[in-house]
């Protein structure tokens, strides 16, 4: 029997059912449909510190702190798809985000500098992410990020959801083409995998 394809979804606003949840929703919603299991974190209600920049790495690419952020490591490694929703802050990702991005600093030096970990399970990335202006040097600001990460953790760069011009609570309903658009990734990540398989 096949297993479940498994996502794991990272909220990185510290707002809770503002746009960016709005839009991680509707993705979600139309991946449970299709069959997937989720796992979702709320960041800003997780107790965790940002990156120490241990002298005293364990060297395995694993990191030693013993925080919330030991929750999200396991399953990162089990999932089909990671999906970030953050909005922009000061022209890229949220500190909510870039805290647990910068969490991963050990898994980079064990992939790319000492050799000691190594991604067995390939994953589908989704970046989903709203701004109150229209800057698109912001959103590519924040892509630049989230790609470095996504290709720490193992993932493919697949799907971006950018909405701009989007600053109050629920102003994202007012654009049904991005919540859509959420829909649409959520069904496609789900159909892809069993194309592959």
């Given at each position: 029997m096949r297993s479940p394809f498994r996502i794991l979804a990272v909220l990185a606003s510290p707002r809770r059912g503002g746009n960016s949840e709005v839009l991680l929703n509707a993705c979600l919603e139309e991946a449970v449909k299709m069959g997937a299991h989720v796992d979702t974190f709320f960041l800003n209600s997780m107790k965790f510190v940002p990156c120490q920049e241990c002298p005293d790495i364990t060297g395995d690419g694993r990191c030693k702190l013993k925080d919330e952020m030991q929750k999200i490591y396991p399953l990162m490694e089990q999932a089909d798809a990671v999906i970030l929703a953050s909005p922009i802050f000061f022209g890229s990702?949220?500190?909510?985000?870039k805290m647990m991005i910068d969490r991963f600093q050990c898994q980079w030096l064990g992939i790319y500098m000492l050799k000691t970990y190594k991604n067995n399970k390939r994953k589908q990335g989704v970046f989903i992410s709203v701004e109150g202006s229209d800057r698109k040097d912001f959103f590519e600001n924040a892509r630049s990020v989230v790609k470095n990460f996504f290709a720490t953790v193992g993932a493919s760069y697949k799907y971006e959801l950018f909405?701009?011009?989007?600053?109050e609570k629920g102003a994202v309903q007012k654009h049904p083409e991005c919540i859509k658009k959420a829909r649409d990734i959520g069904r496609l990540l789900v159909e892809n995998s069993r194309e592959a398989g």
């Open positions: 990702v949220s500190a909510q985000a909405c701009p011009g989007v600053d």
